[in-house]
């Protein structure tokens, strides 16, 4: 069984003006996420900012985030690292923790070989029984996943059970799922890509748009898993322009700005992220006006 269908949240991490984690408003980000009908929340991750946390407190934001859910949905964390001692400590503490899955990104900079790719997952899935869903980014970390390798470790390994596929090559997913025979919990890692990949057999997305409208992006994925696509592809286009300006500039910039602008205290980006350009973050409001979102 999958740790989760439909949409999860990729969420962010609310700072306050000092930048340390604003928690209690990292629990109303949360309840507004489960109220309007998010199905998974995925913490510390690229858009949780994690690369520009300490493992301490990243593991004290994990717990948070468990705590504040209690059993509401499941919460899948973080545990990444170019370096595989590093992500096997993540994955560790976050299991005694009490996560129902470990979202893993490929190592980033180090530009592991495939056979690196297939050490390193396993290395990491010998720490716990926490189901662990690969994170295929080489947008951001320089690495890809290929097809083949995806298949060897979801066959191979009892708790490497998914893939968030954010490589935007939908050829690249054809061929996971055929080199799988559809046995692997395929996930979106872009919101513009969210029907193609149901298409092909997706359990879902793991969503930056969720942050902002999470009750649309839960129905693009419900509607199509019970068979009315003509809605799933309605709500994908109408989220397209929303989608777009969301990733104008790296995520998370844009996210915690519109999100500010929706009334949470996400506090800045840290860095060497910066702040959103201004003439950007005004075409993204205009959207998100068009939309009646603000």
């Not at 299991?95 to 990491?124: C, F, M, R, W």
């Amino acid at each position: 069984m999958a740790i989760f269908e439909g949409a999860g949240v990729a969420l962010i991490t609310p700072f306050n003006a000092d930048g340390s984690v604003n928690y209690s408003e990292l629990e109303r980000v949360i309840d507004f996420q489960i109220e309007e009908g998010t199905d998974s929340i995925i913490i510390c991750g690229t858009t949780g900012e994690a690369s520009t946390m300490s493992h301490d407190e990243q593991l004290d934001v994990v717990k948070a985030c468990v705590d504040h859910v209690a059993g509401r949905v499941p919460v899948i964390a973080g545990a990444g690292s170019n370096c595989t001692r590093e992500a096997e400590y993540l994955a560790r503490k976050s299991s005694d923790i009490g996560v129902d899955g470990l979202l893993v990104v490929t190592p980033y900079y180090n530009k592991a070989t495939q056979g690196g790719l297939v050490k390193y997952y396993t290395e990491i899935a010998k720490c716990s029984d926490t189901p662990i869903i690969m994170y295929n980014v080489p947008g951001r970390t320089g690495c890809n996943i290929a097809p083949a390798t995806a298949a060897k470790l979801v066959k191979e390994v009892d708790t490497i059970v998914g893939i968030k596929e954010a490589s935007g090559n939908i050829s690249q997913v054809a061929d996971i799922m055929n080199l799988t025979q559809g046995d692997i919990d395929l996930y979106s890692g872009n919101d513009d890509q969210i029907v193609p990949i149901l298409s092909l057999g997706g359990k879902g997305v793991i969503s930056v748009l969720s942050n902002v409208v999470p009750k649309d992006t839960h129905e693009i994925v419900a509607s199509y898993l019970r068979g009315d696509v003509k809605t799933s592809r309605e709500l994908q286009l109408k989220y397209i322009d929303l989608c777009h300006a969301l990733f104008c500039e790296v995520n998370p910039i844009p996210v915690k700005r519109a999100m500010a602008e929706m009334g949470y205290c996400c506090g800045a980006v840290r860095g060497p992220l910066t702040e959103m350009e201004e003439p950007n973050a005004q075409k993204m409001i205009a959207i998100m006006k068009e939309l009646n979102i603000l």
